[in-house]
């Protein structure tokens, strides 16, 4: 028999849609705490008017798996149950809420509305044990007329909220499969003559229309600023009737789409934006107020100017947020199918009828409770639903409703309904050709040709999986070139991973069968906020004054569409105010015979850093002054090469002396007396030294990328690059089974500046493939490695790659070894920095200072390598009592392989030899 919840239809007993408007009127919050009874059944035995006063308790908002009843399970695409559209399994977890409610004694006259916010995933509604109405649609409102069923007294407010429905089948968003109520509960007052809805336009040139359902009156604002997310003025309309004021808060801006230019108030609208869901590591999707406004904060902070509300309407609040502070929003609706894309699409409900009218009253409520935010600049129809009916119908409904702002839907890939081309992930060249309006021809000319003359968005690039998205700097400068492409939004604003018994969480830790593991852990933040490498190499790349050394000459680019330069502090690094008159909104300015090196501050943020190109690279010698040099005092002994093993027996080994001592030192430098292998460095005893070919593969080096069949991680593992074997006497490193691998010539020498230490890598055989990284790996005892005292010249504070590095500058930077991990939720090579000339490593026993004859990349870490790669979580990582430090020529770069392109060629490490050259000194 057919379930009630799998009875395919819009909300039952539900009022009409409608604005969400701050009123005069009473509103009575019901969040707190509920009584609360689970099933794993659907048949939950429980009696709608039993107010439940000996069961459990649960908070409002929240989900009922995070608070151990169930547990939470991840899937991307795949539905966790079988596709039997609308049926859905035997075993269907069920809340039932309870709560006693009064109705407020001076709520007099008028009507009482019952508000949910957010339901996951379908629920229905009694009062006193009479049924109200049920409901779906996880992430959008619902109201309910309980006027008839308030007595006045107490009420028994009863709501059974079941985890799968037929509504499930549209929601299948790549996040977690959480439950219940986990948004706002309300009643409200509507008062008679009240003023139960609003439709307020403001445009950008200042004219405002007010549609209302009864007459109203309001003042108009006057000298009235455009709203944008630059300057997002607004202005307070008051709206009343003599029984109800409501507020508004109005923004003036028009959205048009002019041929192939999208524009706000007439200038070029770009999204330099990041699709966000809701989510928090300790409450799922029931986001506090607080969280939403922190990451607004951190969004401005960033630089984004734009959020994708991916893939469901927000909580009303983060509109609200957006509007004060300014960011441009894409709304979008509550409707994905995408496991319908692994069986052909067979059976999508976009394209049946008979699911029409769920998908409409989806976008009607979406659109109706949001239409007066100014900060909605366009309307998704959803996303990876595929294409169908129900979608068409959707978009020609919004357009006939609000015809102010522009259509937006990834899969209708002819753009037959919508009025901006959307792409995600595109290639490089995709993109490029797209902004040249050379995309690949469309069957239908006449198709063909209406898609050509759209403006185009990526909803989606730059997959922020673990360690990346490298590569983001060639977006943004294909962006830059045409004026078609409108910009873009990363994948995504936050990891998803949840907080379980003090770890990080993701796919498959909660026992799923089905499950998709850590792509649910793919965002520019970390799960506890902290701003993540790629979000600080994004918000130096989508800066909106930018600074590029051309010569001697600085240009500076003034890349807003509404504000001049004139707040902007351009500085030298001696502190100097640079004298540059204010730069008018997209244009440039020539700064001749700048200093070498500037800062462009505003309000004491920095929003560029610029430094002459010869800084990199600079002369690496270190220069000893102060050190004590590290000539024999630390050498005592010699000691046999090592492979990769920290646990070296330092008893046994042959005592110092003469043989094979040779004048030679290479690289260039001075010669000096040889020596064998130290058996210290400084403090620190040297455990080994071996060569260093390989990284705890990213998540984006697991994937092949766009372009690829293989990934990086499968052509280095074919290689052997993972396992390589020291034959010391040959001075090689070759994996078994193979006659390629690495041929290896150290030289230790002491000299007048110190001990020096030349190497020489060349590849054998023909392979031509990338390299993780060359070059090698000392393994150096100290008690608390994580505190050590991590200093250097180079490129920092961050860590850095060959296409990754616009976050980072040349300087002196300083941290321990600890705070130079970067603690991605899986563990994956990270922390490298680059361009480094010099470094020390401070411990309580003393400093060893690394000067290379060149600038190389070198990571420090408190555990191995193979640690850092088989661990799962972060906290199974544990450190001993070894430093390890990973000096190499270069690195491979990050790419965004794990869903989009692979790393450029100009990013990858495919030197033949490397040779690199160090003097270690002590102090
Ligand atoms: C794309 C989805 O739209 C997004 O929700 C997310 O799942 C992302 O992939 C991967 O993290 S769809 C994909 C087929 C490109």
């Not at 004219?207 to 997310?229: E, G, I």
């Not at 070919?693 to 690829?708: H, I, L, M, S, V």
């Not at 030899?913 to 003097?919: D, H, M």
Request: glycine share 10%; net charge negative.
């Amino acid at each position: 028999m057919t379930a009630q919840f799998e009875i395919v239809e819009p909300p039952v007993g539900a009022l009409p849609p409608r604005a969400r408007l701050n009123s005069t009127a009473g509103v009575l919050s019901l969040d707190g705490t509920w009584q609360f009874a689970w099933s794993p059944t659907a048949e939950t035995g429980k009696d709608p008017a039993d107010p439940g006063r000996t069961w459990d308790t649960l908070p409002v908002p929240s989900h009922w798996q995070l608070h151990g009843y169930g547990s939470p399970a991840y899937t991307n695409v795949r539905f966790p149950f079988p596709i039997d559209p609308p049926y859905v399994p035997q075993d269907n977890p069920t809340g039932e809420y309870r709560r006693i409610v009064r109705r407020p004694a001076d709520w007099r006259g008028g009507r009482v509305l019952l508000r949910f916010d957010g339901v996951d995933s379908w629920f229905q509604v009694w009062v006193n044990g009479a049924p109200v109405g049920r409901a779906s649609g996880s992430r959008l409102t619902v109201e309910f007329d309980v006027t008839a069923h308030l007595t006045g007294g107490d009420d028994v407010l009863a709501v059974r909220v079941h985890q799968w429905s037929f509504g499930s089948y549209v929601e299948d968003q790549d996040q977690w499969w959480l439950s219940g109520i986990f948004r706002s509960v309300a009643l409200l007052h509507r008062p008679e003559g009240g003023i139960d809805d609003l439709y307020v336009v403001a445009g950008g040139d200042g004219s405002l229309s007010v549609t209302a359902p009864v007459p109203v009156r309001f003042t108009r604002p006057d000298d009235v600023q455009p709203w944008s997310a630059e300057k997002p003025a607004l202005y307070r309309l008051l709206v009343s009737t003599d029984a109800e004021t409501v507020s508004l808060d109005v923004g003036f801006r028009t959205v048009t789409v002019d041929g192939d230019r999208l524009l706000l108030n007439g200038k070029p609208l770009v999204f330099r934006g990041v699709n966000r869901h809701d989510i928090d590591a300790r409450t799922g999707r029931a986001v506090s107020r607080a969280r939403m406004e922190h990451d607004v904060a951190l969004m401005k902070e960033h630089n984004i100017n734009a959020v994708r509300t991916s893939h469901y309407p927000p909580d009303p609040y983060f509109l609200s947020l957006c509007d004060r502070y300014g960011l441009y929003v894409i709304d979008e609706c509550d409707i994905e199918t995408h496991g319908f894309g692994l069986v052909g699409w067979r059976g999508n409900p976009s394209d049946d009828p008979a699911w029409g009218p769920v998908y409409l009253d989806r976008m009607r409520r979406m659109v109706e409770r949001d239409k007066n935010a100014p900060s909605v600049v366009m309307w998704s129809l959803g996303n990876e639903a595929g294409w169908g009916r129900n979608l068409a119908t959707n978009a020609a409904w919004t357009s006939s409703r609000d015809a102010t702002r522009p259509i937006h839907y990834e899969a209708d890939e002819e753009c037959e309904s919508v009025s901006v081309y959307s792409r995600m992930y595109p290639t490089y060249d995709k993109l490029e050709a797209i902004g040249r309006g050379a995309e690949p021809a469309l069957a239908d000319p006449e198709r063909d040709r209406r898609r050509r003359g759209l403006p185009m968005i990526m909803c989606e690039y730059g997959h922020a999986m673990g360690n990346g998205p490298g590569g983001l700097a060639d977006y943004e400068a294909i962006i830059d070139a045409y004026p078609r492409l409108a910009g873009g939004f990363i994948w995504e604003w936050a990891d998803h991973a949840l907080l379980s018994d003090g770890s990080y969480r993701y796919g498959g830790d909660f026992g799923e069968l089905v499950h998709d593991g850590s792509f649910v852990v793919d965002g520019l933040l970390f799960p506890d906020r902290t701003p993540s490498p790629g979000l600080t190499e994004l918000a130096a790349i989508i800066t909106p004054v930018r600074l590029r050394f051309d010569g001697d000459d600085l240009l500076i680019e003034n890349r807003w569409s509404f504000t001049t330069t004139a707040e902007v502090v351009f500085a030298s690094a001696a502190g100097e105010v640079l004298d540059v008159p204010p730069i008018e909104p997209l244009t440039s300015y020539r700064l001749s015979d700048a200093p070498p090196s500037v800062t462009a501050t505003l309000g004491g943020k920095v929003l560029a850093r610029a430094q002459r190109p010869p800084a990199l690279g600079a002369p690496a010698r270190s220069g000893a002054s102060g050190r004590e040099r590290l000539g024999g005092v630390v050498i005592s002994q010699p000691s046999r090469e090592q492979h990769g093993d920290a646990g070296v027996d330092d008893a046994g080994r042959e005592p110092f002396g003469d043989a094979g001592i040779d004048a030679g030192g290479r690289g260039g430098a001075a010669a000096g007396r040889s020596i064998p292998r130290p058996d210290r460095l400084g403090p620190f005893p040297l455990a080994s030294v071996a060569l260093d070919a390989w990284r705890a593969p990213t998540e984006n080096d697991r994937f092949p990328g766009w372009d690829g069949k293989v990934s990086m991680e499968e052509q280095w593992r074919a290689a052997g690059l993972d396992r390589l074997i020291a034959a010391p006497a040959r001075g090689r490193y070759q994996p078994a089974g193979l006659d390629s691998g690495f041929e290896i010539d150290y030289r230790w020498s002491i000299r007048d500046d110190g001990l020096r230490l030349d190497v020489d890598i060349e590849r054998l055989g023909e392979w031509r493939l990338s390299l993780p990284r060359l070059g090698i790996a000392l393994a150096l005892r100290t008690p608390d490695p994580s505190s050590v005292v991590f200093s250097w010249l180079g490129l920092g504070p961050g860590e850095s790659y060959p296409d990754s590095r616009a976050g980072v500058w040349f300087g002196e930077h300083s941290m321990t070894v600890g705070e130079a991990q970067t603690p991605y939720v899986v563990p994956q090579e990270n922390g490298n920095r680059s361009e480094v000339s010099r470094m020390s490593l401070a411990a309580p026993a003393g400093t060893l200072h690394i000067a290379g004859d060149s600038p190389f990349d070198v990571a420090v870490r408190p555990w191995s390598t193979a640690a850092l790669e088989s661990a799962r979580h972060a906290d199974e990582l544990v450190e001993d009592d070894v430093l390890w430090v990973h000096l190499a020529a270069g690195v491979t770069g990050l790419g965004s392989a794990s869903c989009g392109p692979a790393v450029r060629p100009s990013g990858q490490y495919r030197a033949a030899r490397a040779q690199l050259g160090f003097v270690f000194t002590t102090s």
